[in-house]
């Protein structure tokens, strides 16, 4: 489960430098952050009811997992906002850095850490084997996610308030990669940079606090 109290302080640091920022230069420029970042926590909300819901009837589960799976890229896309760091009137470059940098940090925190929960409810439901090729899928997935939302600017409610627009829109890349290769690769690069990061992570977790590493379910898969 995550750590809620050093996450709540990073995040405080964080607008704390935000609403001095303000302060200082009568700027709201990197208020879009704080927005940015509850969106961030978005999919692990989600996550830590769908880890809760083995009692609810599948097609509940199913809708929570797929509402995950929109949500998700949201946690990631914040490293994007990183291009909107350049020199600004009356702060130094240093500052924005460290906000940019933060509002980056809480949003992968909070992407990986509803992986986990999600993984915990996906070994109920498949075997292992299944779930070490979908992880990588996943990532690709989020990379897309993170083109679509950055490069397309289409948002996640985007789904439900302009299904026809953003259907047509990935249908025409999905249909001709050729023609879309920044897509494509946009998507696949961060996908795999975020994937790696996960292993990364995971192994630097499990060889360093081998005896606390969870379990990837609390229940074994039952075929």
């Known amino acids: 489960m995550l750590r809620k109290q050093p996450l709540i302080a990073f995040l405080l640091f964080i607008l704390v430098l935000i609403g001095i920022r303000i302060w200082k230069s009568g ?3 990197m208020i879009f ?18 880890q809760r819901s083995a009692n609810r009837p599948m097609y509940q589960q199913t809708a929570l997992f797929m509402s995950w799976l929109l949500f998700f890229p949201n946690s990631m896309y914040i490293i994007t906002d990183l291009f909107h760091l350049h020199e600004r009137p009356l ?9 940019l940098m933060g509002a980056a940090i809480t949003g992968l ?23 070490r090729v979908l992880e990588p899928v996943l990532f690709l997935l989020c990379g897309f996610g993170i083109y679509v939302g950055r490069y397309l600017r289409w948002n996640s ?35 795999v940079f975020l994937y790696l990061l996960h292993c990364i992570l ?10 606390h590493k969870l379990p990837l379910t609390d229940q074994p898969f039952k075929a």
């Open 27 to 29: 700027d709201i420029t």
């Open 33 to 50: 952050l704080v927005w940015n970042i509850f969106l961030a926590a978005v999919p692990y909300w989600v996550a830590t009811a769908l």
């Open 91 to 99: 702060i130094p470059l240093w500052f924005d850095l460290l906000i």
């Open 109 to 131: 925190v909070l992407g990986y850490q509803s992986l986990k929960l999600v993984q915990q409810w996906m070994g109920r439901h498949f075997p292992p084997l299944y779930l």
């Open 157 to 191: 409610w985007d789904v439900f308030t302009q299904p026809g627009h953003i259907t047509r829109s990935v249908f025409h890349i999905v249909t001709d990669p050729l023609s879309h290769r920044e897509a494509w690769l946009i998507s696949g690069g961060f996908g």
């Open 202 to 211: 995971n192994a630097y977790h499990s060889s360093t606090y081998p005896k």
